[in-house]
């Protein structure tokens, strides 16, 4: 019985599965993977930046002098989650206040996807890399131990080169995850900011058609 199980065992650990050295591959791949992301959602990010106090100042003079479609005029040179969720209830300015902080809050959810846009795969990349580099190092150690069973002359620097070598697995691991993490918590910053200036555009609006419609109510 024994000498079937041991003979199971050499069969498992022969199969490509029980080699460390494809979980550093796919370390490697996934880091490239999480870099091109960082890439891509900065230049996003850096593209669409917009200067808010100064986009704030001017659609509150337009709207001072009841001038909506100047207002949205000034709203669609920019492209940026504060002006995109505020034109889109500006254009509806008709239907009154409430109405248009209806159309705000549906419009801020649909823009945050578009800003949180794989952001998702950077937080899988940074949860999951030093697991999948832990697995690699236990595969590299059982690895290790098998091959010190055959070899006890020279177990001690079996051991330890074993050791060492699987050891690099979960360093890829952190490398990879750590890195993703801190451009994830960056990003998901930068996102943030953005829909506080949407929340600031947005009140500026609504302040102006409720003080119109106060001057309506109490009018001749």
């Known amino acids: 019985?024994?000498?079937?199980?041991?003979?199971?065992?050499?069969?498992?650990?022969?199969?490509?599965?029980f080699q460390a050295e494809w979980v550093v591959w796919l370390l490697l791949a996934l880091s490239l993977v999480s870099i091109a992301v960082m890439i891509e959602r900065a230049a996003f990010y850096?593209?669409?930046?917009?200067?808010?106090?100064?986009?704030?100042?001017?659609?509150?003079?337009?709207?001072?002098?009841?001038?909506?479609?100047?207002?949205?005029?000034l709203l669609q040179r920019h492209d940026s989650l504060a002006t995109n969720v505020v034109l889109f209830g500006l254009?509806?300015?008709?239907?009154?206040?409430d109405s248009v902080e209806d159309l705000i809050i549906g419009?801020?959810?649909?823009?945050?996807?578009?800003?949180?846009?794989?952001?998702?795969?950077?937080?899988?990349?940074?949860?999951?890399?030093p697991f999948i580099g832990l697995f690699g190092?236990?595969?590299?150690?059982?690895?290790?131990?098998?091959?010190l069973s055959g070899n006890l002359a020279d177990a001690s620097t079996a051991?330890?080169?074993?050791?060492?070598?699987?050891?690099?697995?979960?360093?890829?691991?952190?490398?990879?995850?750590i890195p993703a993490v801190i451009a994830f918590n960056i990003f998901k910053g930068q996102v943030?900011?953005?829909?506080?200036?949407?929340?600031?555009?947005?009140?500026?609006?609504?302040?102006q058609l409720k003080a119109s419609a106060d001057t309506t109510e109490v009018g001749p």
């Open 192 to 207: 943030k900011a953005a829909t506080i200036d949407a929340q600031l555009l947005s009140r500026v609006l609504l302040a």
């Open 107 to 129: 419009a801020t959810h649909k823009e945050k996807q578009r800003y949180d846009r794989r952001l998702g795969l950077l937080a899988t990349v940074a949860s999951n890399a």
């Open 46 to 73: 850096r593209r669409h930046r917009v200067n808010i106090d100064g986009v704030r100042a001017a659609l509150a003079e337009k709207l001072a002098g009841n001038d909506f479609v100047g207002a949205a005029g």
């Open 91 to 97: 254009r509806d300015y008709r239907k009154g206040p």
């Open 1 to 17: 019985m024994t000498g079937s199980t041991h003979g199971i065992v050499d069969t498992l650990i022969g199969l490509p599965v």
């Open 137 to 147: 190092t236990v595969l590299g150690i059982i690895r290790s131990f098998h091959d």
């Open 159 to 177: 051991v330890m080169a074993g050791i060492a070598e699987a050891l690099i697995a979960t360093a890829t691991g952190l490398l990879v995850a």
